[in-house]
């Protein structure tokens, strides 16, 4: 009985003999085995660590310009320190987050209301000549008024209370949505319209099929300018009689000789600026997906 052999092959790019075996698994190594993408998780985190790169060394370079750098004097540019100890006393006196609640509350009204406006009249001049020719002048003109400009009419309208500050808010958000919105729909591809109404949509459904997820990225920028603009608009419209808010903080602590409080105000302002800002962007990806 003879031993079993083990058959000898020749491989048909090297002629160099192999031997019969279990093969490698894929990705086990070699120079024509497949990478390994790192999961989505691991990514996620490497990016939200070199974001953080910046915020840090800006930090570093505020303590030290603020103690051992002699830039800047403690009571011109408190470190860091003393703004954080700043904020720990007044949220032991319970009013921090109430400052930044009632803020919050008003840029997410404003906003809506100045977005939702501004998309309704966006739309209406960017698919209608006619309602363009009429309605882009004034709209323009109006544009070009600065927001402090509307805080005597305002007060004198509506008063000093929570109306007159959203009022100011939505001023501010609405130009950016409807300078995007009636931009981007002017800009349309005609052909995609064409197609779309060879397929028998017409009007609402053109607009709801066709056009608006051809100028969705314009409209998430749009309102991303928006949300920006509402903080910009939230500080000009507690400047005018509020009580509360981060925009009152402000001011009150300017008057009271408070720098640290200021600086933690304006800090403040920059940290929920990019959180709300942070979450459009989770609404974009969504929708993008729905749309595509």
């Known amino acids: ?36 993408r790192p999961p989505a998780l691991s990514r996620t985190w490497v990016v939200a660590l070199l974001g953080l790169l910046v915020p840090a060394a800006l930090l570093a370079a505020w303590q030290w310009a603020s103690t051992v750098g002699g830039v800047f004097e403690v009571y011109e540019l408190p470190p860091p320190g003393w703004v954080w100890a700043a904020g720990l006393e007044l949220v032991e006196r319970g009013e921090l987050w109430t400052h930044v609640a009632i803020s919050t ?9 100045g977005a939702l406006l501004g998309l309704a009249l966006g739309a209406v001049v960017g698919l209608s000549r006619l309602s363009s020719v009429l309605l882009s002048p004034t709209v323009g003109a109006i544009r070009a008024v600065p927001s402090l400009a509307w805080i005597p009419l305002l007060l004198v309208w509506l008063k000093i209370g929570e109306d007159s500050k959203v009022t100011l808010i939505a001023i501010g958000a609405f130009f ?34 066709v056009q608006l997820p051809a100028v969705l990225p314009s409209v998430v920028s749009g309102l991303r300018l928006a949300l920006a603009q509402s903080w910009l608009f939230l500080v000009a419209a507690e400047l005018a009689g509020a009580s509360m808010g981060l925009g009152f903080l402000l001011t009150d602590s300017q008057n009271n000789g408070r720098i640290d409080r200021v600086v933690l105000a304006i800090v403040l302002l920059a940290v929920l600026g990019k959180l709300t800002d942070a979450l459009i962007g989770l609404a974009e990806k969504h929708l993008l997906r729905r749309w595509a």
């Open 176 to 209: 950016p949505v409807y300078t995007t919105v009636s931009a981007a729909l002017r800009h349309v591809d005609p052909h995609l319209v064409e197609a779309g109404r060879a397929f028998g949509l017409r009007c609402a459904e053109l607009f709801r099929t």
């Open 1 to 36: 009985m003879t031993a079993p052999t083990r058959t000898r092959h020749l491989s048909a790019e090297t002629d160099t003999p192999s031997v019969d075996g279990p093969s490698a698994p894929p990705g086990a190594g070699g120079a024509g085995a497949p990478r390994r």
């Open 105 to 113: 509350q008003r840029v997410l009204l404003g906003f809506a209301a």
